[in-house]
């Protein structure tokens, strides 16, 4: 009687053994010319080898009979000619695994594999694993690969294409590490062309640029186009998608051609040090800028090696941003993300001062350098000189975002709501109403046109009346960094590379977790903390991102972590089947985690979600 998946271990494909074999199926009919074949080279290979292979209950044994006899895991049975209208699609494998794989059918007429060896069974045929790989268990019963010829481990099964991807990945890095070494060799002046460390694009595609400035890429093959570069899109198999690490290498290479040599001087006091600062860095030319810093304060004179720097740097960014000088505002009531405050303008040389700032975060990129608050999502986007979505709204003004998507979800004639193309707004207690297109005061919003009114208000909302701010902003900082350099971000890594990225405190983290329809012993939740704990700094602030909407913690850690409604600790909620995706509710610290029936499986779950570099899964 043949075992069903459920009667035992269900788990991946393990060996690298040769290929899968169905000898001994129930249902196996062997062509008469391969029976033979096998029957004889079985019993060479076993009588040569003077040893007994034992499958299951039962044990195969060779003979030099005509009669091939081939034993199965519970039962024997003489080999027969083929039955009219059945086929075996293992009859031509090698015989070397003749006794270890069978191909069986549960009561559903589902087909699995049985591991004879390891008593085992899994739903994916069984392949082969590449040239050169091992499969092995750790002291915890853990499977892991080794490759020896590059003597390294992975979690993850390798495949034969993964193992290709890897090896086209690391000849773009050496291509780099390589045009790196050249521009390292000397200092570069004036204009030269345009140097791509990528390399070439793939065949195909081509680089353009729009009426606006912003680089977009076409696909001719198929008539596409797209904002992101094909050559940073990643790879699939190993966790091969290029990094914000090889990013900065690259971001680092190009901005080679802007670096200066020698440096400059910058006094300033620690008690007026916005105004020393905005009087000095305002009057250095731009590319002076980005010479070598040397910071020194009165009475503190001293070598600067970098330390000094990045503490201006920290201070500097925790005044020029400080929302009391009206300059800046926070995103929301429960969110510290910065954004511009569009009563600025109450400070009649608020345009200098953006134009400041816009000077002093480029620097800070340049040199690599951290400052002290971040700003919102849709603002890094505009650094990005990437376009803005209706999505973006969500991470700054949830309740408006969400009136949108009613809006853009239900019939609103039915609902007798009656709007136009005009929005009131309200600064320094003064209300006045900004029209979305000409007349739209007098302009109905009806079912026809509903979308056009969604987008346009969805514009001026991510705006709102803050153009000669950003203008400013950005004319400062394209001065001492273009942002076409920082083309090879998104919105988050470039969060991470401006604010830096902290240590997580993994025991502060558990301990100031809840969850719903979990509990703290639910294998899942288990799973979870192993999965976090096997991560590197960097794929934990991403998660981590992916759940609360930034890769920053309040002072005092988890235990202050604020959602929309006041202090949210970090939650884990039971939804969704085991083959959907994870899900996050940003605004509530939540995370949504489907009842995986494996480690691997939720693994391979979170991995792809929180890799996701628009916010996949996020709500």
């Keep these: 009687s043949s075992s069903s998946p459920s009667e035992l271990s269900e788990c991946p494909a393990s060996d690298g053994s040769s290929q899968a074999s169905a000898s001994g199926c129930s249902n196996q009919q062997d062509d008469a010319a391969v029976r033979a074949a096998a029957t004889s080279t079985a019993a060479a290979t076993i009588s040569a080898a003077t040893t007994t292979t034992t499958t299951g209950a039962a044990a195969a044994t060779a003979t030099t009979s005509t009669t091939a006899t081939t034993a199965t895991a519970g039962s024997s049975q003489t080999a027969s000619g083929p039955k009219p209208g059945t086929s075996n699609p293992f009859a031509c494998l090698a015989v070397s695994c003749l006794y270890r794989w069978e191909q069986r059918a549960d009561q559903n007429g589902r087909v699995y594999f049985v591991d004879h060896i390891e008593k085992r069974t899994t739903w994916e045929r069984p392949d082969p694993l590449p040239s050169g790989w091992e499969r092995r268990v750790d002291p915890m019963g853990r499977v892991y690969y080794v490759d020896h010829i590059t003597r390294t481990t992975t979690w993850q099964r390798p495949t034969q294409e993964s193992v290709r991807n890897y090896e086209e990945w690391q000849h773009q890095r ?197 400052i002290d608050t971040g700003f919102s999502l849709p603002f890094y986007k505009r650094i990005l000189n990437k376009p803005l979505a209706l999505k973006d709204l969500e991470s ?154 930034t890769c920053r913690l309040p002072v005092g850690g988890f235990a202050d972590l604020m959602g929309s409604n006041g202090p949210q600790k970090f939650c884990i909620e039971k939804v969704g089947k085991e083959n959907w995706l994870p899900r996050s509710h940003t605004c509530f610290n939540r995370l949504d985690l489907p009842p995986y029936k494996s480690y691997e499986q939720l693994k391979e779950k979170l991995m792809f979600a929180i890799e996701e570099t628009e916010g996949f899964g996020q709500e």
């Design 174 to 370: 050496s291509q780099l590490q390589g045009a790196m070494q050249q521009f390292n060799q000397r200092f570069i002046y004036g204009v030269r062309a345009e140097f791509d460390p990528l390399g070439p694009l793939p065949h195909g595609w081509e680089k353009r640029t729009d009426t606006n400035g912003r680089v977009y890429f076409v696909h001719h093959p198929t008539r596409a186009t797209q904002w992101e570069d094909p050559r940073t899109q990643g790879f699939t198999g190993f966790d091969l998608s290029i990094d914000i690490l090889y990013k900065m290498q690259v971001c680092v290479c190009s901005s080679q051609q802007l670096s200066m040599p020698q440096h400059i001087k910058i006094n300033v006091s620690r008690k007026t040090l916005f105004e020393d600062s905005f009087q000095q860095i305002m009057s250095f030319h731009p590319q002076d800028l980005r010479r070598r810093l040397w910071i020194i304060f009165p009475g503190e004179e001293g070598l600067d090696y970098g330390g000094v720097a990045r503490e201006w740097f920290f201070l500097l960014s925790h005044e020029v941003l400080n929302p009391m000088y009206c300059l800046f505002e926070y995103a929301g009531k429960d969110n510290y993300c910065l954004q511009i405050n569009p009563a600025s303008y109450i400070n009649p040389d608020h345009l200098k001062y953006f134009k400041f700032i816009g000077r002093f975060i480029a620097m800070a990129l340049f040199h690599g350098k951290f």
């Design 396 to 549: 700054i003004d949830p309740e408006f975002y969400n009136s949108l998507i009613w809006i853009k979800d239900n019939n609103i004639e039915e609902c007798g709501l009656e709007m136009f193309f005009s929005v009131d707004k309200e600064i320094l207690g003064e209300v006045t109403t900004h029209e979305l297109k000409p007349d739209g005061g007098n302009v109905q919003v009806t079912e026809e046109n509903k979308e056009e009114y969604i987008r346009l208000v969805a514009e001026w909302r991510l705006s709102r009346g803050v153009e000669e701010q950003t203008q400013a902003f950005f004319e400062g900082f394209n001065e001492v960094l273009p942002q076409q350099y920082l083309q090879y971000f998104d919105a988050k890594e470039l969060e991470v590379m401006l604010c830096g990225m902290q240590e997580i405190d993994l025991v502060d983290w558990q301990r100031n977790a809840i969850y719903r329809h979990y509990a703290r012993s639910s294998k899942q939740i288990l799973w979870f903390w192993q999965f976090v704990k096997e991560m590197d700094n960097e794929k934990r602030m991403r998660l981590l991102q992916f759940v609360t909407g």
